[in-house]
């Protein structure tokens, strides 16, 4: 370990090279990186890039996906294999989610999304060069070849969850899903194995709420030729058939007590005996798990064991309502519109702004697959082209009366501004955002900072933001430290 003084030091002669094809993009990050003390190296293409990595010992490079000649992703994978210890922070304009899972899975240090936040930037620039150079162990794996990606959405929750598979697919790492029914669950843990090392391997799937218990057993370990009453052959289970590639658990929560004590030790020990059999198996399986219950509930119940759930949770993805993403709405109606009109044999459809307001407002109880689904019937009903506002099925306008604790931030937002908004369109008013902004940003950075006492630093990073820009705000918004709290 470095002493901190010349950790410090080296932070600040850091070499970073930037390599973008667009002018503004050098300027800017040129400006922002040599104001922070780094030393920026520029490049317009891989070749130039190529001279500055020989000639400097860069530490970081900034890289642009879409160049001219040669792409920025497959370029962070050559040179990474060159410079190991290099840390790369891949930027583009157009992110998708096989680039920012292909990223991931190459070792990159963080993705983003343009046009960028500077601020971010520099908390970004700053993360990475903390990470010592000697601790940095890169699984990569081979980059699968690009076919349509499985998920849709362009939210901050699945720009990380794209992120997340990037990183877990590199690795063998178990994996829980939780999230509620119809959020995706099932398409994550097919994506994860089909951007693993074990894509060209079985993706075995057991719904553990969907088979009887009594023939779940039977289902996961298989069983020998008269092992039981109709066991008339022998037959392989999951366990057996996913022993090369993926096992995913689906819905965990639902599976049986005894059952969860036998597939405990399966994933300890990586063996097990079909049932009726002595003929030890073992296997090298990878396991994701998924349910759509909240296990700590399950386990507080006894109806979850806690050593499992240990053994799952080794890798957690959560994933968020729809409710709470509703930015995705209209990508996904999209999405679902040109799958349909493959799918169904219908023409292309459209829908029309207003029909398409009442979609993103309504709450989705059955998330992305009941959306999927009225797409689906909307799609089928339409004979004109473009479904209107009146063709949507009443139950979309329904406000759902949610009780003060369980509405939204978002939901009792759009309530108060409904008003404001109508107000300003009437008369043109040309300073909304100026007026709407302070009003949410004034609660919350009172609140946060009557609760960090003062403490801007401490705010800041709560808030992920840069202390400056906190401070700014502090400053035009007026707000005062009453108490005299600061620290
Ligand atoms: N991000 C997404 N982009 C596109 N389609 C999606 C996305 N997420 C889910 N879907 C679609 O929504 C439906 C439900 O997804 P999935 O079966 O993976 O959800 P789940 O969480 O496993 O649901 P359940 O808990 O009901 O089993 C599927 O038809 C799937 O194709
Ligand atoms: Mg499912």
Partial sequence: MS???ETEQSKESSKILVLDD??????????????????PHLATDVPEARQHLGKHSIRLALVDINLPGQDGLSFAREILEEYPSLMIIVMTGQSTMYNTVEAMKAGVFD????????????ELVK????????????TRIKSRKKEDDLLTGQSKVMHDLYKAIGRVSATDLTVLIQGESGTGKELIARSIHQHSLRASQPFVAINCA?????LMESELFGHEKGAFTGATDRKRGKLELASQGTLFLDEIGDMPMRLQSKLLRVLQEKQFERLGGHELITTNMRVIAATHHDLENLINNSQFRTDLYYRLNVFPVNIASLRERREDIPVLVEHFLQKGSK????????????????????????????LENTVKSLMITNVTGTIMLDSLPKNLFKRQPLPDSEESLEEVASRKLEALVKDAVQFDRGSLMAEVLPQVERPLLNLLLEQTRWNQQRAARILGINRNTLRKKIETLGLKNQRGLEK
């Fill in 3 to 5: 002493k901190p003084a």
């Fill in 127 to 138: 993360r990475a060069l903390r990470v010592p150079l000697n601790t940095r162990e890169i």
């Fill in 343 to 370: 799918e169904m044999a219908v023409g292309c459809k459209a829908v029309e702004p207003e029909a398409m307001s009442v979609l993103a407002r309504y709450n989705w109880p059955g998330n992305i697959r009941e």
């Fill in 111 to 122: 993705y983003v999304t343009k046009p960028f936040d500077i601020d971010e930037i520099e």
């Fill in 210 to 214: 969907a088979i009887p218990s009594e």
């Fill in 22 to 39: 667009e002018h503004s993009i050098r300027w800017v990050l040129e400006r922002t990186l040599s104001q922070a003390g780094y030393i």
